[in-house]
């Protein structure tokens, strides 16, 4: 998650002798901007990361928006009734990765989503 850190020191061997151990790497996940990608399918989601509320849009009318974890256990599933639009309330779920996937008359498009 952002500002989550991750630290990464190596001990790399050579023949017989003593290990060398390498300087200490740290990895600092960025905040991100908030700003959504539009993909080929036209489907957008913002702001990602979101913290209680993620708007979904799309150029073609949704049918029924889902969210997963990402071991694929549903999450919560939300009717769109063929809007191009929808807003979803995500209060008292759990901070982290899922899946949103949304369907609409073509089939099924998804994106991963960081919850804070």
Partial sequence: ???DSLVNIANIYFDFNAP????PCVLVASIGTGL????????????NPAADELTVTME????????????GRLVRSW?????????????GLARGVYLLTVHDGTGMHGVRV???
């Fill in 60 to 71: 073609r009318p949704m049918q029924q928006v889902d969210l997963r974890h990402v071991d």
């Fill in 36 to 47: 959504g990608t539009t993909g080929r399918d036209g489907l957008a989601v913002f702001p």
């Fill in 1 to 3: 998650l952002p500002g």
């Fill in 79 to 91: 009717s769109a009734n063929g809007s191009t639009r929808s807003t979803l309330d995500l209060t």
């Fill in 20 to 23: 060398v151990i390498t300087e």
């Fill in 114 to 116: 960081v919850k804070q």
